[in-house]
C-alpha cells in the first residue's frame, strides 16, 4: 500500500452537472477526512468518518454534497448540481486511531466547473 | 473557535541558508497537536512535523525544528540548510482530538534560490 489515493485528479465539468470523487485510504486506517481547498487557501475541513460512520460535518458541506463510506474502505465524495464556487482541490485524508495523530494526505482532485 | 494564523503569505531563502516561518494559533483546549505540512507544487501534503501541546521539548526533525510559546500560542518552523527541494507551500494546522478536524493556517508560500 503506497498511501492514500484519489480518483480522478483532475475533473472538468459544466455548471449543473453531478460529480463523483472517490478516495482510497491506507487499507489499516480507520479514520476518514474530506478537506476542501481553494486558491490561496489552506484546506477547510468537510465531513469525517470512522469506519462506516460519518461523524462530523461542517457547515461548508451543503445539502449539494454527500459523503459515503461504505464497508469502512473506500469513500465517495458527491456534489450535486455544481456551482462554479465548488471550483477547489478536494483532499482526503486518512488516519489510525490512537497513535501520533497524524494524518496522511492524497494528491486531490482538482474540480473545475465551467 | 479555533484559529492559525500565517502572517508571512510569502518568503525567500537562499540555498544553504536558514529560513523561519511563522504560525499562531487561538484555542481554549488544553489537549491540542501542532502540525507543519508541507505541498510541494502539484504534488501531495506531507506532514514535516508535529508538536504534541503537553511536551514543553521542541520537536526536531532533521533539518526542521519548531520553536513552540505555548502560552503565546505561537509555533514557528525553521528550516536550517535550506535545499531546492524545500520550495513548496507550507501550512500550519492544530489538531484537536475532541472535534476530531485539523484547522490549518493560509499557508506560506516558500521559495529556496540557488
Known amino acids: 500500500d503506497t498511501g492514500v489515493s484519489q480518483d480522478p485528479r483532475h475533473k472538468i465539468t459544466k455548471r449543473g452537472q453531478n460529480v463523483t470523487f472517490r478516495c482510497d485510504p491506507i487499507?489499516?486506517?480507520?479514520?476518514l477526512y474530506w478537506y476542501r481547498q481553494t486558491l490561496g487557501q489552506g484546506p477547510e475541513f468537510l465531513t469525517y468518518f470512522q469506519n462506516e460512520a460519518q461523524l462530523e460535518k461542517s457547515r461548508l458541506l451543503s445539502d449539494r454534497f454527500s459523503a459515503e463510506r461504505p464497508k469502512g474502505s473506500f469513500s465517495t465524495l458527491e456534489i450535486q448540481r455544481t456551482e462554479q464556487g465548488d471550483s477547489a482541490m478536494y483532499l482526503c485524508?486518512?488516519?489510525?486511531?490512537?497513535?501520533?495523530?497524524?494524518?496522511?494526505f492524497g494528491q486531490g482532485t482538482r474540480l473545475t466547473v465551467v | 473557535a479555533q484559529t492559525v494564523t500565517q502572517s508571512q503569505p510569502e518568503m525567500s531563502v537562499q540555498e544553504a541558508e536558514t529560513v523561519t516561518l511563522s504560525c499562531t494559533y487561538d484555542?481554549?483546549?488544553?489537549?491540542?497537536?501542532l502540525f507543519w505540512y508541507k505541498q510541494p507544487p502539484s504534488r501531495q501534503m506531507i506532514l514535516v512535523i508535529r508538536q504534541e501541546a503537553y511536551k514543553q521539548q521542541n520537536a526536531t526533525e532533521n533539518r526542521f525544528s519548531v520553536n513552540f510559546q505555548k502560552a503565546a500560542k505561537s509555533f514557528s518552523l525553521k528550516i536550517s540548510d535550506s535545499q531546492l527541494g524545500d520550495t513548496a507551500m507550507y501550512f500550519c494546522?492544530?489538531?484537536?482530538?475532541?472535534?476530531?478536524?485539523?484547522?490549518f493556517g493560509k499557508g506560506t508560500k516558500l521559495t529556496v534560490n540557488p
Open positions: 484555542t481554549s483546549e488544553n489537549n491540542y497537536y
Open positions: 487499507s489499516e486506517h480507520n479514520r
Open positions: 494546522a492544530e489538531f484537536q482530538g475532541g472535534s476530531e478536524k485539523l484547522v
Open positions: 485524508a486518512s488516519r489510525r486511531s490512537g497513535g501520533r495523530n497524524e494524518a496522511f
